[in-house]
């Protein structure tokens, strides 16, 4: 069965990865749009593809997006566009508030094309400091504050609100610290990786107490692609990561000890917000949709490492 599908925020990382994904399908015309503002066109599928196609497009303003949209009459919509990062999400909030305009523009054109389904990329942000550890789907409450996790709060809001009044369709993938090849190297795991390969200084936030969880990039872009092939979490929303939790300080001196580095751990001031002392999702729903074992941290490490994106 041929299918038609947009994916927004396709230069980016997470975007980028299942771009790759999906054009192993033949039977998958994947259409690309970026503003390229943090996207890169680097890390677009290569060679040219025969399944593909990239177009440069701000999903924020209407006059780029619609033409897009009402040219190919997409099947499905995998939105990933988004200002991403903690640091730069607080330092540009304003842009941050702007992509909420876009997802009201992508939802007004998928209900008037014909979407049968759009795919959102929300995030472990709109959990804020949980009270609940893991947390569920369901039954963790929404404690988010910063604008990135708002943007991404009234995203969801938008998607459900859509379902009811207009019967269009969605998933939501809450994502939960993706990394692998191809991620910039401003992000804790690439950061690290990049400094112990190089020999610097090591720096942490704080006393490093902080716990994390990593999920490498192919157990995440596996999972969500099984969504829409197998017809799986209509309507619904799934934590997309790991449950194997670890400290920021454990982090950095795994990657020194597989690396060998001599680089030194150094601690700076803690955040004044945006880092959250505790996130570990329940990934029951993740685990049955990959449906073979994750990718261990020491794996997606060396991994990463083997790429030979970050030897810089």
């Not at 990394?179 to 490093?208: C, E």
């Not at 880092?275 to 490490?301: A, F, S, V, Y």
């Amino acid at each position: 069965m041929k299918r038609t599908i947009l994916v927004t925020g396709g230069a980016g990382f997470v975007g980028s990865c299942m771009v790759d994904k999906l054009i192993e399908d033949p039977d998958n015309y994947v259409v690309i749009v970026d503003n390229l503002s943090t996207g890169n066109i680097e890390r677009l599928p290569n060679p040219q593809g025969t399944n593909w196609k990239f177009i440069k497009c701000n999903c924020n303003e209407y006059r780029d997006l619609a033409p897009v949209m009402s040219s190919y009459k997409f099947d499905y919509v995998f939105h990933y566009a988004a200002v991403v990062g903690v640091k730069r999400t607080l330092e540009n909030p304003v842009a941050v508030l702007s992509d909420i305009q876009g997802i009201k523009y992508l939802l007004d054109l998928s209900k008037n094309t014909g979407v049968k389904r759009v795919f959102f990329s929300s995030s472990s942000e709109v959990y804020g400091e949980p009270f609940e550890h893991p947390q569920n789907e369901m039954t963790t409450p929404l404690n988010s504050r910063l604008p990135y996790a708002v943007v991404k709060n009234v995203g969801e809001a938008f998607l459900r609100s859509y379902k009811q009044e207009f019967d269009l369709d969605y998933t939501i993938f809450r994502f939960f610290n993706t990394y692998g090849p191809k991620q910039s190297s401003d992000f804790v795991m690439t950061r690290f990786i990049k400094a112990a390969l190089s020999g610097n200084d090591i720096t942490i936030f704080g006393d490093g107490s902080q716990t994390r969880t990593f999920c490498y990039r192919n157990d995440n872009v596996d999972a969500c692609a099984r969504t829409l092939y197998d017809n799986l979490h209509l309507n619904d929303t799934v934590n997309i990561g790991s449950d194997f939790e670890v400290s920021v300080l454990q982090l950095a001196q795994m990657i020194i000890d597989i690396t060998g580095s001599k680089s030194k751990l150094v601690h700076l001031p803690a955040l004044k917000e945006g880092d959250m002392t505790r996130r570990k999702p329940d990934i029951g729903k993740m685990r049955h949709l990959l449906g073979r074992p994750m990718t261990t941290i020491e794996q997606g490490i060396k991994l990463t490492i083997e790429s030979g994106q970050y030897n810089y």
